[in-house]
């Protein structure tokens, strides 16, 4: 009876809890808690990520965030040995470096700091040189500009398509370009500022010259009235016109069709197939070929059916790629 009741009460006693095991979590740096400042020579960026690369994008944002930029970068390091108890053995820093940044271009940082604090955590701070960050956007602005007056110099002397592709290509970098001399003269307040200022003004201008100067005539045959339809609205989305006088365009499209006409089931079903041709000058500047199919229960139905199926392809495509221009 006294053995039974000592193994009762045995049983009766709550269970010890199972002891958790201590989460450690690894010490933030100090560079990191309290980074340097920066001074008239340096700027820093202090960045954290998933992995090294993403930390070292969120540094350069926040460097440039000082230049009143924000920064996607591709980074290429030229690497040292580098490692410690909280970092992967790592190949990186000093430097030399290229990264292309979200409306700006940063060609020189240096990785100051790694760390590893644990799975998918990364710290990083980087810094650049301020003359040295000054003097690589300047040549970006000069390189630029020169790339543009040598492509510039090989233009035709007739107006057209060709103009126009060329100053549209050039416009879509001019928001770069005006970051980067922002950035410039944030860094430097005494630069000359006039011959990019006149590059970005000379580009816009030819740019809205080019778009007046480029007009389109669209031969065809009367059959084919739904296929140019949806080719001239598809220049007017790119603020081209047409002209019904072929003596005032700069650019023919030939349009030609092929179309066969089947029926089942009750429904009508028609298969063409489109071929258009440019020339500027008279001379061949692209081509394409369409296969298009429409159906219905009445012949309209399936005509209808046609030109949608023309007009979803174009929308589906740039105006070059519809065209079958080259876009170099």
């Not at 060329?166 to 001019?174: A, G, I, P, Y």
């Not at 100067?213 to 669209?218: A, H, K």
């Not at 009750?266 to 500047?285: C, G, H, W, Y």
Request: hydrophobic residues 35%; positive net charge; proline residues 4%.
């Amino acid at each position: 009876m006294v053995l039974y009741t000592a193994l009762l009460m045995t049983g009766c006693q709550p269970a010890k809890p199972v002891s958790q095991p201590t989460k450690v979590t690894p010490p933030w740096p100090a560079w990191f808690i309290s980074p340097p400042k920066d001074n008239k020579n340096t700027l820093f960026g202090l960045g954290e990520g998933k992995t090294k690369d993403d930390a070292i994008e969120s540094a350069l944002s926040n460097l440039a965030g000082k230049l009143g930029t924000e920064i996607q970068a591709n980074e290429k390091l030229t690497k040292t040995q580098y490692s410690s108890a909280y970092r992967f053995n790592e190949e990186i820093n000093q430097h030399i470096i290229e990264s292309t940044i979200k409306k700006i271009t940063l060609n020189q940082y240096q990785v100051v700091e790694l760390k590893q604090l644990g799975y998918q955590q990364f710290l990083v701070l980087v810094s650049s040189n301020k003359l040295l960050l000054s003097q690589s956007l300047q040549q970006t602005l000069d390189q630029q500009i020169a790339r543009y007056e040598t492509a510039k110099s090989t233009l035709s002397s007739t107006p057209g398509f060709s103009h126009f592709q060329f100053f549209s290509k050039q416009k879509q970098t001019l928001a770069e370009f005006n970051n980067n001399l922002s950035a410039l003269l944030t860094l430097k307040k005494s630069s000359n500022s006039q011959r990019y200022q006149n590059y970005l003004n000379e580009v816009q201008a030819n740019f809205i010259k080019s778009q007046q100067q480029t007009v389109f005539y669209i031969h065809h045959q009367p059959m084919a009235q739904p296929i140019a339809k949806a080719i001239s609205d598809k220049l007017l989305q790119a603020g081209l016109t047409t002209t019904q006088n072929v003596s005032e365009a700069s650019n023919v499209i030939e349009i030609t069709t092929s179309l066969k006409q089947t029926k089942a089931y009750e429904f009508f079903i028609l298969r063409e197939s489109v071929d258009l041709k440019t020339t500027e000058a008279n001379q061949p500047m692209g081509g394409n070929q369409f296969t298009l199919k429409g159906q219905g229960l009445n012949l309209q139905q399936a005509q209808q059916q046609l030109a949608t199926n023309f007009k979803n392809q174009l929308q589906q495509n740039s105006l070059e790629t519809a065209l079958g221009i080259n876009q170099e």
